[in-house]
């Protein structure tokens, strides 16, 4: 067991470098969907209940991964946005 230690410590290495890869990949996918909720709600001028429930659900993840700056500020922006139900929508 021993003389495998070696071997186990250097695919600890790779794994950890390859979560530490998809996490930022990751952060970089939910920013993209956190610019296009947030934009979209911005240009309407409000936000619908649906709209706000992705937006939180979206933000959460992206935030617990460690994405903020840009995506919190436009977050903020749209989460102070008036909330319509989908039927005002129209």
Same mark, same amino acid.
């Given at each position: 067991?021993?003389?495998?230690?070696?071997?186990?410590?250097?695919?600890? /290495?790779?794994?950890?470098?390859?979560?530490?890869?998809?996490?930022?990949?990751?952060?970089?996918?939910?920013?993209?969907?956190?610019? /296009?909720?947030?934009?979209?709600?911005?240009?309407?001028?409000?936000?619908?209940?649906?709209?706000?429930?992705?937006?939180?659900?979206?933000?959460?993840?992206?935030?617990?991964?460690?994405?903020?700056?840009?995506?919190?500020?436009?977050?903020?922006? /749209?989460?102070?946005?008036?909330?319509?139900?989908?039927?005002?929508? /129209?």
């Amino acid at each position: 067991m021993l003389n495998q230690l070696p071997q186990l410590v250097a695919d600890v /290495a790779t794994i950890t470098t390859l979560v530490g890869e998809l996490k930022t990949g990751e952060i970089e996918e939910l920013h993209t969907s956190l610019d /296009a909720l947030c934009y979209e709600a911005i240009q309407q001028g409000f936000i619908t209940e649906e709209q706000f429930t992705r937006l939180n659900q979206v933000y959460n993840v992206y935030h617990s991964l460690g994405g903020n700056g840009s995506g919190t500020k436009l977050y903020q922006q /749209a989460s102070q946005l008036p909330i319509k139900n989908t039927d005002e929508k /129209a």
